[in-house]
């Protein structure tokens, strides 16, 4: 008897090991996130861009696919001029200005382009390449149909739920380590601080 005791013991306290470990390492990840949703720069300014004036070569095509419920959506650009697939995405399909793109944008088309300057050395002239390159800004004439400043405002918005994750992270830390019975699970803790943090950002970001 006192062997299976001694053995129940022995396995609960693994058990309660292995959970501590647990919540120390979501702790550690969320806070690390968080710091890097909230630390890293992703704006983009015209010096970190290359303007390209191009002619298009097929009408533009938009494309969407889906990936664990999530649609991602693009519009895919072919020029005349280069072999390489180019691409809106992201946050720049969403500050393009579609209706304008739709109604102006057609096949043979002389259009510019701005991309990124690390990406010139990809463009290929000469044989097809499977590199697609992405387009952060495009204009006709003098009217620009991606707004750049946009774009980068939406970034910086949806960085803003890097609190949520960070906070998150800290909670759990301190309830790892809080010694004291509360009348509030783990679960419970991680759910609200989440779920308040979230409605905060989008109330007030």
Not at 80 to 104: Q, V
């Amino acid at each position: 008897m006192s062997r299976k005791r001694k053995s129940n013991k022995q396995k609960k306290a693994f058990e309660q090991r292995l959970i501590k470990y647990s919540r120390l390492l979501w702790a550690i990840l969320g806070i690390g996130f968080g710091l890097f949703f909230l630390i890293k720069d992703t704006d983009l300014n015209e010096f970190d861009l290359t303007c390209l004036d191009l002619t298009l070569s097929e009408t533009p095509i938009y494309d969407s696919y889906t990936i664990k419920g999530t649609t991602y959506k693009k519009v895919i650009l072919k020029f005349i001029e280069y072999n390489n697939d180019f691409k809106i995405s992201s946050f720049a399909y969403k500050a393009l200005d579609h209706p304008k793109f739709k109604n102006e944008i057609h096949k043979g088309d002389r259009i510019w382009i701005k991309v990124l300057n690390d990406e010139i050395n990809d463009l290929n002239r000469e044989t097809y390449s499977d590199k697609s390159i992405e387009v952060y800004e495009l204009g006709k004439n003098s009217n620009s149909l991606i707004n750049l400043k946009m774009r980068n405002q939406l970034i910086e918005k949806d960085n803003k739920y890097g609190y949520v994750i960070l906070i998150v992270g800290l909670v759990s830390l301190f309830s790892t380590y809080y010694k004291k019975k509360t009348k509030i699970s783990y679960n419970t803790a991680m759910w609200v601080t989440g779920l308040l943090a979230f409605f905060l950002i989008v109330l007030f970001g």
